[in-house]
Antibody, heavy 122, light 107 residues
Framework: EVQLVESGGGLVKPGGSLRLSCAAS????????MNWVRQAPGKGLEWVSS????????YYADSVKGRFTISRDNAKNSLYLQMNSLRAEDTAVYYC???????????????WGQGTLVTVSS | EIVLTQSPATLSLSPGERATLSCRAS??????LAWYQQKPGQAPRLLIY???NRATGIPARFSGSGSGTDFTLTISSLEPEDFAVYYC?????????FGQGTRLEIK
């Protein structure tokens, strides 16, 4: 059974940093691109970042470029999102999500974690 | 950036009725469009990819159509569990974008 479990969310002050993690199991993690998608409270979905299976290709939304860094450790079956210079508008539930095909980057997302809430507030 | 506009914002129907949800792209996305369902407190669930292909385990009452800029998600006969928010998403261009969602509520 495919499982994605996010962790690392919490309350942080504006300008602060957080590192989110996503632990994957039930599939060959190293074969799939992975993604972060966020959802502000009561709002819609926003794609944040994607990383290819071997980390060769990385993409970011303009809203987080230069502040967030996506990475992965295939030996640990884990995905990460380092978030720096956090702003109030980064407040959201952050989901990790798997690409629905191997050998592609950020096509569609077939498995999602339960999400981790990041709150940026003073 | 490709903007996806979903309509209507809210759709009120009864179980057993047919639901038709629309997603319009600001420029052509070919057939590179997906639909997701999200229930309160849950992660989104992939329903349809590449405009018309049902994802694994999705019931046949869900169907997708369209290409270019106009897309439709149809639920042929609503079940109680289908009342949720639905999002479209394109993978034609970077950044990947989602529509703002259509809330399907029980009438």
């Amino acid at each position: 059974e495919v499982q994605l479990v996010e962790s690392g969310g919490g309350l942080v002050k504006p300008g602060g940093s957080l590192r989110l993690s996503c632990a994957a199991s039930g599939f060959t993690f190293s074969s799939y691109s992975m993604n972060w998608v966020r959802q502000a409270p009561g709002k819609g979905l926003e794609w944040v970042s994607s990383i290819s299976s071997s980390s060769s290709y990385i993409y970011y939304a303009d809203s987080v470029k230069g502040r967030f860094t996506i990475s992965r450790d295939n030996a640990k079956n884990s995905l990460y999102l380092q978030m720096n210079s956090l702003r109030a508008e980064d407040t959201a539930v952050y989901y990790c999500a798997r690409d629905e095909q191997i050998a592609v980057v950020s096509y569609y997302f077939d498995y999602w974690g339960q999400g981790t809430l990041v709150t940026v507030s003073s | 950036e490709i903007v996806l506009t979903q309509s209507p914002a809210t759709l009120s129907l009864s179980p057993g009725e047919r639901a038709t949800l629309s997603c319009r792209a600001s420029q052509s996305v070919s057939s590179y469009l997906a639909w997701y369902q999200q229930k309160p407190g849950q992660a989104p669930r992939l329903l349809i990819y590449d405009a018309s292909n049902r994802a694994t385990g999705i019931p046949a009452r869900f169907s997708g159509s369209g290409s270019g800029t106009d897309f439709t998600l149809t639920i042929s006969s609503l079940e109680p569990e289908d009342f949720a928010v639905y999002y479209c998403q394109q993978r034609s261009n970077w950044p990947r974008t989602f529509g703002q969602g259509t809330r399907l509520e029980i009438k």
